[in-house]
């Protein structure tokens, strides 16, 4: 069974930087589309960046620029380096998962969801 675990989540400043971090366990990542996607309270769920299954990227306008999403096959894991963070990114960030290519920000796309990290950003 896929599991999907993040971490790295925290509180910071405007203008800081943090970097998550989603490990997979119960397979290897090398097949799979992986994903960011945050939701702010009140808020839609939305797509921040995804890696997909053949390397591609692609990022949400809000956050072009300014995250970097990647990922490391041998230690299963997903990473999103966020910089110049601003107060309007605090949401709580989740980590998503399928085998196979995806390349859209869509949550029907994915089918493996940890339970999330937080990022509070204050001014």
């Known amino acids: 069974q896929v599991q999907v675990v993040e971490s790295g989540g925290d509180s910071v400043q405007a203008g800081e930087s943090l970097r998550l971090s989603c490990v997979v366990s119960g397979d290897t990542i090398s097949t799979y589309s992986m994903a960011w996607f945050r939701q702010a309270p009140g808020r839609e769920r939305e797509g921040v960046a995804v890696?997909?299954?053949?390397?591609?990227?692609r990022y949400a306008e809000s956050v072009k620029g300014r995250c970097t999403i990647s990922r490391d096959n041998a230690k299963n894991t997903l990473y999103l380096q966020m910089d110049s963070l601003k107060p309007e990114d605090t949401a709580m960030y989740y980590c998503?998962?399928?085998?196979?290519?995806?390349?859209?920000?869509?949550?029907?796309?994915?089918?493996?969801w940890g339970q999330g990290t937080q990022v509070t950003v204050s001014s």
């Open positions: 998503a998962a399928t085998f196979g290519f995806a390349d859209r920000l869509r949550t029907p796309d994915f089918d493996y």
């Open positions: 890696f997909d299954s053949f390397g591609g990227l």
